[in-house]
């Protein structure tokens, strides 16, 4: 079976410095990976995927199938990026999504 | 439209009852899908449609629980006999269905047994 860990549950940083949120999964087949974020009162809304190998409001996130993990990047983090944010993993086309536990991250003035 | 959208989005229901969950997906969507969250946890799966037939209901607790789309647009969630243990926001989402296709989440109804 599928699992998604965030092994961190808070992440608080001062706006401009660097963020990473960490994902590791377990699949023995090749998933997608995907960072889902929640703002204040807003419904789950996809960030990124990593089939998509894009940068979305400055965030990065890479496939490391040796490490198994999908950890996501930002340089200079800005307050607005306050929010929850979910790694999920999909296993094939219209299969559920595996949600890991979320993060909240926090950025401060 | 406007989105996927959940009726209602709060309620309160008390032990023993019956309850049903509703949602709207975006037009044309095939794919739907619910999921459960609880207080400090992620979203978890519990049944995905396509059209009107129940592909995938791995994700369901036990047999309290049943959905139905009976014209592979509207879904309703029920819920027989809840029990505090079922307390949670439900999420509905959709997708057009296929590769590479993106789910979009309704904002959840937020079930509380007393």
């Known amino acids: 079976a599928q699992r998604v860990t965030q092994p961190e549950k808070l992440l608080s940083v001062f706006k401009g410095a660097p963020v990473e949120l960490k994902c590791n999964y377990s699949?023995?087949?090749?998933?997608?990976l995907f960072w889902y974020v929640q703002y204040s009162r807003q419904r789950l809304q996809l960030l990124l995927r990593h089939i998509s190998r894009e940068s979305i409001k400055g965030f990065t996130a890479d496939l490391n199938k040796g490490e198994t993990s999908f950890h996501l990047k930002k340089p200079f983090a800005q307050e607005e990026d306050s929010a929850m944010y979910y790694c999920a993993l999909r296993t094939g086309a219209n299969s559920k999504l595996t949600f890991g536990k979320g993060i909240t991250l926090s950025v401060r003035p | 439209g406007a989105g996927v959208s959940q009726t209602p989005s709060n309620k309160v229901t008390e032990k023993g009852k019956y309850v049903e969950l509703r949602c709207d997906p975006i037009s044309g969507h095939t794919a739907l899908y619910w999921y459960r969250q609880s207080l400090g946890q992620g979203p978890e799966f519990l049944i995905y449609?396509?059209?009107?037939?129940?592909?995938?209901d791995s994700g369901l607790p036990n047999d309290r629980f049943f959905a139905v789309r009976p014209e592979g647009s509207v879904s309703t969630l029920k819920i027989q006999r809840t029990e505090r243990g079922d307390s949670a926001v439900y999420l509905c989402a959709s997708s057009y269905g296929g590769e590479n296709t993106e789910a979009f989440f309704g904002q959840g109804t937020r079930l509380t047994v007393v």
């Open positions: 699949y023995s087949g090749s998933p997608e």
């Open positions: 449609f396509q059209g009107t037939g129940a592909a995938d």
